[in-house]
């Protein structure tokens, strides 16, 4: 065995070492990696609701529920809401996602509770987040007994039981982690899928040698950048209705609203999501590159700042405003709105109207940066 040749294993190392800082947007993104992991897992994987959204229904409007009312009032982790005892009415601030939560106290309640009679208070909860769900209703309950031990003034577990609370969770009654969690993967992989497809198509021309040919053509850099965009928006959405179509028969979740509606939407979804693949294909050099940076901007900001894991509420304000940016948070609005909550168009008209914005103004963008591009190749 021959020994080691330290030097040209040195100018070896210097040589590579040189490269790779040359290659400043490959370092830019093994850099990144790391740092974006670490913030994102650190503030945005929490599962701690930060404020529930509460409507409040007082039949009673007695001293009694005055007092319960306060009670949830002082404290800072509510926002509470008045709203109008109708089906209509709560359905609609639910389905707006204006409300978490709605608790209605019935008119006999203070009666009831002064008689020693068993009073009811009912409580609806939005149960399409099973985890949130839950801790609302463990939270809620917990107040309403705190409340009631300084009216009454008797001890904590005598409380609640003489009082029924009968709680009832609206579009998900068993509380089912699919119902949540599918609608989330449908979202990661189309986005995923859809700008990995789009990332490297110019990146892919200039590595084959073929985008000089395209040059020499009368073609215009728009013509050339909607023409490489308009065959992925086919094969994308076909791709998208088959995820969603297992999605709902294997995890077997609900599906209440309309399927015509989801997939107008959804290919809403997949052009921004092409659309963001296009984008990064003018910025990088090669397919690697490419490759690497359509995951990097897809998959951890989708898992960690669209909702899809934790709520957004529980964010940092930081996080909340960067993830105003993110495609897939507004696309689960939709999707989760449609499948579990029944949602028509008017109710999601604000995300669709964002994404169409989101993909208007980067296919504007990869435009540019390829106009640019051409003009300095001639």
Same mark, same amino acid.
């Given at each position: 065995?021959?020994?080691?040749?330290?030097?040209?294993?040195?100018?070896?190392?210097?040589?590579?070492?040189?490269?790779?800082?040359?290659?400043?947007?490959?370092?830019?993104?093994?850099?990144?990696?790391?740092?974006?992991?670490?913030?994102?897992?650190?503030?945005?994987? &929490? @599962?701690?609701?930060?404020?529930?959204?509460?409507?409040?229904?007082?039949?009673?409007?007695?001293?009694?529920?005055?007092?319960?009312?306060?009670?949830?009032?002082?404290?800072?982790?509510?926002?509470?809401?008045?709203?109008?005892?109708?089906?209509?009415?709560?359905?609609?601030?639910?389905?707006?996602?204006?409300?978490?939560?709605?608790?209605?106290?019935?008119?006999?309640?203070?009666?009831?509770?002064?008689?020693?009679?068993?009073?009811?208070?009912?409580?609806?909860?939005?149960?399409?987040?099973?985890?949130?769900?839950?801790?609302?209703?463990?939270?809620?309950? +917990?107040?309403?007994?705190?409340?009631?031990?300084?009216?009454?003034?008797?001890?904590? @577990? &005598?409380?609640?039981?003489?009082?029924?609370?009968?709680?009832?969770?609206?579009? @998900?009654?068993?509380?089912?982690?699919?119902?949540?969690?599918?609608?989330?993967?449908?979202?990661?992989?189309?986005?995923?899928?859809?700008?990995? #497809?789009?990332?490297?198509?110019?990146?892919?021309?200039?590595?084959?040698?073929?985008?000089?040919?395209?040059?020499?053509?009368?073609?215009?850099?728009?013509?050339?950048?909607?023409?490489?965009?308009?065959?992925?928006?086919?094969?994308?959405? #076909?791709?998208?209705?088959?995820?969603?179509?297992?999605?709902?028969?294997?995890?077997?979740?609900?599906?209440?609203?309309?399927?015509?509606?989801?997939?107008?939407?959804?290919?809403?979804?997949?052009?921004?999501?092409?659309?963001?693949?296009?984008?990064?294909?003018?910025?990088?050099?090669?397919?690697?590159?490419?490759? =690497?940076?359509?995951?990097?901007?897809?998959?951890?900001?989708?898992? =960690?700042?669209?909702?899809?894991?934790?709520?957004?509420?529980?964010?940092?304000?930081?996080?909340?405003?960067?993830?105003?940016?993110?495609?897939?948070?507004?696309?689960?609005?939709?999707?989760?709105?449609?499948?579990?909550?029944?949602?028509?168009?008017?109710?999601?008209?604000?995300?669709? #109207?964002?994404?169409?914005?989101?993909?208007?103004?980067?296919?504007?963008?990869?435009?540019?940066?390829?106009? +640019?591009?051409?003009?300095?190749?001639?």
């Amino acid at each position: 065995m021959k020994a080691v040749n330290f030097k040209r294993v040195f100018a070896i190392a210097k040589k590579e070492f040189l490269h790779i800082i040359h290659d400043s947007r490959s370092l830019i993104i093994i850099l990144i990696m790391p740092i974006l992991q670490l913030t994102m897992f650190g503030y945005a994987l &929490n @599962n701690e609701i930060q404020e529930i959204k509460l409507g409040v229904i007082d039949n009673n409007k007695s001293s009694v529920s005055q007092k319960i009312i306060s009670h949830f009032q002082s404290n800072s982790f509510y926002k509470i809401k008045f709203i109008e005892y109708s089906d209509k009415e709560i359905d609609h601030q639910f389905l707006r996602q204006n409300l978490k939560a709605v608790i209605i106290i019935p008119k006999d309640f203070q009666t009831n509770l002064l008689n020693q009679k068993q009073p009811s208070i009912q409580l609806i909860i939005d149960g399409s987040d099973p985890n949130s769900a839950t801790f609302i209703n463990e939270y809620i309950q +917990k107040t309403i007994l705190m409340a009631l031990n300084m009216i009454i003034k008797t001890p904590t @577990n &005598n409380s609640l039981s003489g009082i029924d609370i009968k709680t009832h969770m609206l579009y @998900n009654p068993e509380l089912k982690s699919s119902y949540f969690f599918v609608p989330g993967l449908i979202a990661l992989i189309l986005v995923m899928i859809s700008a990995m #497809l789009t990332s490297i198509t110019i990146t892919k021309e200039k590595e084959m040698g073929t985008l000089e040919q395209l040059l020499v053509s009368p073609l215009k850099p728009i013509d050339f950048i909607l023409g490489k965009l308009s065959p992925y928006i086919l094969l994308s959405f #076909l791709i998208g209705t088959s995820i969603i179509g297992l999605g709902v028969l294997l995890f077997k979740v609900a599906f209440i609203g309309s399927i015509f509606l989801l997939i107008c939407m959804s290919l809403v979804y997949i052009t921004t999501a092409l659309s963001l693949g296009l984008m990064i294909s003018t910025i990088t050099r090669n397919q690697i590159q490419a490759m =690497m940076m359509a995951i990097i901007v897809t998959m951890l900001p989708t898992v =960690m700042l669209s909702g899809f894991i934790s709520p957004i509420s529980a964010m940092p304000k930081f996080l909340q405003i960067i993830s105003c940016l993110i495609p897939a948070k507004y696309y689960l609005k939709i999707v989760r709105g449609i499948m579990i909550k029944g949602n028509v168009f008017i109710d999601l008209l604000e995300p669709m #109207l964002i994404l169409i914005l989101f993909t208007v103004i980067m296919v504007f963008i990869s435009w540019k940066r390829f106009d +640019k591009q051409v003009k300095e190749l001639r």
